[in-house]
């Protein structure tokens, strides 16, 4: 008899259990989704990575042209001004050009945060949607993407318009423009062109004018070739580094829009959960 007893005990016990706590649920997902998310910034530091080594191989040809004859008669008989010239003209065809760096890595990375934030958004909503069905038993079934992705824009939106204030004219502001705010739809997908050009064309600035300082010294004999070339690599590393390592590089710039999509996902997620509880906006 004390044995038939057992399963009405474990009946009422079960009865007496709460349900899943969607909320966590919620934000345990988000967190996941946006772990998954951020691995995408590997990509965006290959990127970066095999822009600048493809123009270390073209340092060589870059040197060879400067210190030719022809290179060393020019910086000893045309004035500063038109051999800096020269040089800039000659850097942008066998290096790159200011805008090589949007093209090539800027629009790709645009591309690779993209594609992360849908696939996030897709996985969550997909997550809150049986989520939903089960927390209510007159749920119907729910496309929950739609209204995720506008909670999340709109929190994006509102995150990155205050952290934008300290990092307006970096690269940083034209990555969130364009991964973020273009995301809600307030972007054009050609709105943040020459994006890294701001940056780069500095930095072409500077090697150009290390370049020519060392092409007119070797005039002299004050510098080997050797020693030029070197100093054009270190330039074009401290480059590659700035965007990988520095705040306003492109690489933090792409953390940044990913930490705050995750963020307003997690937001979103609890909020959809909470208000699907409680029979809100119809769900």
Known sequence: MKYAVLPVLVLLASCGRPGPDFST???ESAHRRSA???????LVGQRIEEFFSLRQERVEAFSAELFSFRGKWRALFWSREDFERHVRRRFEATMFRPEDFDREVVAAVREDL??????????????????????????PAIDLRPELSKLVASRVLEDLGLNLVSI???????????AALARAGLLGAAAAGGAGTSWATLG????VG???????????????????KEAVRNELARLRLRMMES?????????RVLESHGRAMERSAVRIVE????GARGI
Request: charged share 25%; aromatic share 4%.
């Open 114 to 139: 993209s594609f992360a934030i849908d696939a996030s958004e897709a996985g969550l909503a997909s997550d809150l949607s049986r989520w939903v069905r089960s927390s209510r038993a007159d749920a």
């Open 168 to 178: 307006v004219g970096s690269e940083a502001a034209a990555a969130a423009g364009t």
């Open 25 to 27: 649920l919620a934000r």
């Open 204 to 207: 072409v600035s500077i090697v």
């Open 275 to 278: 208000e699907a509880r409680h």
């Open 210 to 228: 290390v370049a020519v300082g060392l092409v007119i010294d070797a005039t002299v004999g004050e510098v080997l070739e050797d020693e030029a």
């Open 36 to 42: 998954e998310a951020m691995q995408v910034l590997d």
């Open 247 to 255: 705040e306003d590089g492109l690489w933090h710039a792409a953390r």
